[in-house]
């Protein structure tokens, strides 16, 4: 494993994206092709299910370092990442084994799920007696599930590409399902990644149940005013709602049904009416759309979604109060045909046929939305918070299915509506990760739960959020933060109230398991409110009325 640690430490220490590229080829090219399967796993963002329970790894890490709980605590405050505070702190080894990042992983760290915490205390004592002090890091990033290294999917390609000769595009495609939850990859999976491109073409589609990459849009924000000089006639696009629920692709081949987020996780058992809905499609078929709770003929807020999230008991109660569907908005392929080469508009055409053919209550078509110019879409486009959708997608008539966020075969834009916002005051404080574990980043926000004239109100956390500031405005927060603390209670800061924050977010619904009763979706900082006293932030009247008034 120690050149898979020193090439973390390269890649943490650099902000150079071409730095960072190089630093990925020389591995690949160097690396043992078991090693190198697990090295390209975590990089594209491979994580296994939890091995070690996090109360479980800390006691012994403390137990280990023969410190006493509170000094732990203060160190762990102090670093502000709970993998880096271990390898710090553990003794230096006896003698330390040098072992391939392959043999780590597949003979010692997933050996450790499921183990008796008995069983797994003597294991873990036992591994760090035997691991080298440079590479304590990287194995803590694993076993917490925090390995995050500031590189992309896109940069893994890129390396994969480069050092293959293979292009980057049939790289994408070969990686779709590679880092699945339950993945376990082997040197066959890394050589099968990298192996010479068929010059026919053949050999490089996707297998079995395997998805597409997905074709991602860029965010469109200008004024309506400049619409037609950027994309000129609306009548040269198709328009849709942007739907709030789980990207998806759908799997029809080799007599299976299989359903992919966009994040490359398989949850097909998760969506038994849609496996079901699948299965009377015709063999070589790939739809992509989006998982929604469906009710009364419209898409219900996604917060209902949220209720069948991660769910792995589904009761016949949950599955009719919690119907779903999959909105489909493009079809990838048709009978075995891979279609993302043929323009958008004829994709649609086949898409509609295909939907009309096969008439199913959980399939439904994403309708296009008409208007004779962009102001007559605008003014549509005002009905979206009330329909529960987040505004509209743009999708070019001459446009290809492309992979991932690119331009270089047409354009998708998301033409999203403005967020909800309120203003709300800063209670809780707390360390962030990377290079943000020296500063207090991460924020508990409130509402007063009560008018400004009532004596006793109180503020009521709820949000979190951690997004929206530079890091000067980040610096001079921190400042604030340490300058105000009340109480300290492990890594948490309690402050007095004096800051108020402007916070965006997507979508509002009722929670029973929130103190405030709201639960807010994507909040984020959007500005400072250094104009504004704490007494005149928001109350939760007004995230209220943002819940009746359909946001």
């Known amino acids: 494993m120690k050149a898979f640690a020193d090439l973390y430490r390269e890649l943490d220490a650099s902000t150079s994206s071409l730095a960072k590229q190089a630093a990925l080829q020389r591995y690949l090219r160097a690396a043992p092709a078991r090693d190198a399967a697990w090295a390209v796993y975590f990089l594209a963002g491979g994580k296994p299910r939890q091995l070690v329970p996090t109360r479980l790894l800390r006691e012994q890490a403390r137990l ?49 799920r499921g183990q008796a915490p008995e069983a797994l205390a003597r294991i873990l004592q036992d591994q760090w007696r035997m691991l080298a002090a440079a590479q304590r890091l990287v194995y803590f990033k694993l076993i917490t599930g925090a390995f995050r290294v500031g590189v992309s999917k896109l940069q893994v390609t890129q ?35 990298i192996a010479p491109d068929d010059a026919a073409g053949e050999g490089n589609g996707p297998r079995g149940g395997q998805p597409y990459p997905f074709f991602l849009a860029h965010p469109f924000n200008l004024p309506l005013a400049q619409f037609d000089a950027a994309l000129g006639p609306a009548d040269g696009w198709l328009v849709e709602w ?130 004779g110019d962009w102001a007559a879409l605008a003014s549509q486009r005002e009905q979206a918070r009330a329909l529960g959708v987040e505004g509209m997608m743009l999708k070019h008539l001459d446009a290809h299915y492309g992979v991932g966020r690119t331009k270089d075969v047409g354009v998708w834009w998301k033409w999203k509506i403005d967020p909800l916002s309120v203003d709300a005051v800063l209670i809780y404080a707390q360390r962030g990760h990377g290079r943000r574990a020296s500063l207090y980043s991460d924020y508990t926000f409130a509402v007063w739960n009560g008018p400004q004239d009532d004596p006793a109100r109180q503020l009521v956390p709820f949000a979190k959020a951690y997004s929206g500031l530079t890091d000067a405005e980040m610096r001079a927060v921190d400042a604030q933060i340490r300058k105000t603390t009340v109480e300290t209670f492990g890594p948490v800061r309690s402050v007095t109230p004096t800051m108020v924050f402007e916070l965006g977010f997507e979508g509002i619904a009722a929670s029973k398991r929130h103190k405030s009763g709201i639960a807010v979706r994507f909040p984020r900082m959007l500005r400072r409110r250094e104009d504004k006293p704490v007494e005149e932030a928001d109350t939760l009247a007004t995230l209220q009325a943002l819940l009746q008034g359909g946001g």
């Open 242 to 371: 942007k739907w709030d629920g789980i990207r998806a692709q759908l799997v029809r081949r080799a007599g299976q049904v299989a359903l992919w987020t966009r994040g490359e996780e398989l949850v097909s058992e998760r969506y038994p009416e849609l496996q079901a809905m699948g299965a009377v499609l015709p063999e070589g078929t790939v739809l992509d759309g989006e998982i929604l709770v469906w009710r009364d003929g419209r898409a219900q807020p996604f917060a209902q979604l949220q209720q069948r999230i991660g769910r792995k008991a589904l009761s016949a109660k949950l599955l009719r109060e919690l119907p779903v569907v999959l909105c489909v908005y493009d079809l990838l392929e048709d009978q075995g045909a891979d279609l993302r080469a043929l323009p958008q508009h004829a994709r649609r055409a086949r898409l509609e046929h295909l939907v009309a053919a096969f008439a199913h209550p959980q399939l439904e078509l994403s309708p296009l939305l008409r208007g």
């Open 64 to 112: 280990a370092a023969g410190l006493p709980e509170w000094l732990f605590d203060e160190s762990y405050e102090a670093v502000g990442d709970l993998a880096e505070t271990m390898a710090l702190l553990l003794p230096v080894p006896a003698a330390a084994l040098e072992l391939p990042l392959a043999d780590w992983m597949e003979q010692h760290l997933l050996a450790l």
């Open 159 to 193: 390396a994969l590409a480069a050092v293959s000769g293979v292009d980057a595009k049939v790289i994408a495609q070969r990686l779709m399902g590679y880092t699945h939850i339950g993945a376990r990859p082997s040197a066959e999976d890394y050589q099968a990644l």
